[in-house]
């Protein structure tokens, strides 16, 4: 069982960048997925969640207007669309998969290893 985040990387403040969150080993489609991100020397915070069906997802207040999240049930991924990236958005970026529903960070049952994402000014 295993969540692989990609799709990270050095992008310049406005840019944009997609982040993947493949599974393997379990169905994603039965599960909620977050995505979570933890820039230097602060607390992980939540970014965004789709429940299981993709009808319904949400987004921190920082990122909305500018982050778009989506899944491909039948490639068993999840994305996170970055647009108009700011410096502070500069963290790693983790994905997570919840059996049930989009959760606080303690619940999730599964975790992703993080992809870092640099966005320069």
């Known amino acids: 069982v295993q969540l692989q985040a990609s799709g990270g990387g050095l992008v310049q403040a406005g840019g944009s960048l997609t982040l993947s969150c493949a599974a393997s080993?379990?169905?994603?489609?039965?599960?909620?997925v977050g995505w979570f991100r933890q820039a230097p020397e602060k607390v992980r915070e939540g970014v965004s969640c789709?429940?299981?069906?993709?009808?319904?997802?949400y987004l921190a207040d920082s990122v909305k207007g500018r982050f778009t999240i989506s899944r491909d049930n039948a490639k068993n991924t999840v994305y996170l669309q970055m647009n108009s990236l700011k410096p502070e958005d500069t963290a790693v970026y983790y994905c997570?998969?919840?059996?049930?529903?989009?959760?606080?960070?303690?619940?999730?049952?599964?975790w992703g290893q993080g992809t870092l994402v640099t966005v320069s000014s």
């Open positions: 789709i429940t299981w069906s993709g009808g319904s997802t």
């Open positions: 080993g379990f169905r994603l489609a039965s599960y909620a």
């Open positions: 997570a998969a919840d059996a049930y529903q989009c959760n606080s960070e303690p619940l999730y049952d599964y």
